[in-house]
């Protein structure tokens, strides 16, 4: 059975960095895309980053420059790095699977638990 497994959150000072770690299991098979998406509280989940089986990646707006998805097919992991951090950043992180390239939360039908990312001013 394929699992996700989220690791990696922290609480850091505004303009640190933090760098995510997501294990795949080995769903990085055929066509999929693979993304982090957040969730602050009282607010909607929200796609963050994403990466697809050619390595197309794609971000949202408000984190362009700062973070970076990455993906080792080799150590079936996912990567996250996150630079000049904000406290708007502070969420509970998840990483994704689908078969879908976007970053819309519904399009994904396989989640991880999710890792605390706090950000402090």
């Known amino acids: 059975q394929v699992q996700l497994v989220a690791s990696g959150g922290d609480s850091v000072q505004a303009g640190g960095s933090l760098r995510l770690s997501c294990g795949t299991s080995?769903?990085?098979?055929?066509?999929?895309?693979l993304v982090w998406i957040r969730q602050a509280p009282g607010k909607e989940r929200e796609g963050v980053a994403g990466?697809?089986?050619?390595?197309?990646?794609t971000y949202r707006d408000s984190i362009k420059g700062r973070f970076a998805i990455s993906q080792d097919n080799a150590k079936n992991t996912l990567y996250l790095q996150m630079n000049s951090l904000e406290p708007e950043d502070t969420a509970l992180y998840y990483c994704?699977?689908?078969?879908?390239?976007?970053?819309?939360?519904?399009?994904?039908?396989?989640w991880g638990q999710g890792t605390q990312v706090t950000v402090s001013s």
């Open positions: 990466i697809d089986n050619n390595d197309k990646v």
């Open positions: 994704a699977a689908g078969r879908t390239y976007s970053l819309v939360p519904q399009h994904f039908s396989l």
């Open positions: 080995g769903y990085t098979d055929g066509e999929y895309c």
